[in-house]
């Protein structure tokens, strides 16, 4: 007789539990394996400098949802010109991840630490940031005075809290 006999469950059951089993392990790995898409929010520890608030640029051809950078590739101004709270610039987290962010320095967290501290050293910002598009074909500068570099492929991201460490 087989092991179902002594243990009181049927063939049918110990498939049944198997079936069970084989699509939890599916769904549990699915998640643990998830790469991030668009619209999932992310933790980013940002590094900032608070003169980094009129520095930073980026440059595209394109609009990323309601969002753009303030240059075209070419470098020339985009028209018509968005608002700030709009406006993508390059932002680097604590591990050197690149996001192109639209308004950050224009977040409550941001006006709060700024009240607070008058200097322009380094602080970070732990930011949750919605992911809108992934750009791969687009320029950046960190001064009006820098060249343009090629920026790595990057997140349009949303921000949608931070606060300051």
Sequence with gaps: MGSSYRTGVSRRQEWTIVAIAAVASAALFAVRGHAAGAGDVVDAPLTLIPSDRDQLACAIDHPVGAFRCAFLASGAP???????????????????????????FEQPAFSNYFSLHHGDGRFTMDCKLRLVSFEANYRVRFRPSDD?????????????SCKAR
């Design 78 to 104: 985009a028209e018509p010109a968005v608002a700030k709270e709009g406006l993508l610039a390059p932002y680097m987290t604590t591990e050197r991840v690149m996001y192109l962010i639209p308004g950050l």
């Design 148 to 160: 343009w570099g090629n920026g790595a492929a990057a997140w349009v991201a949303a921000p949608v």
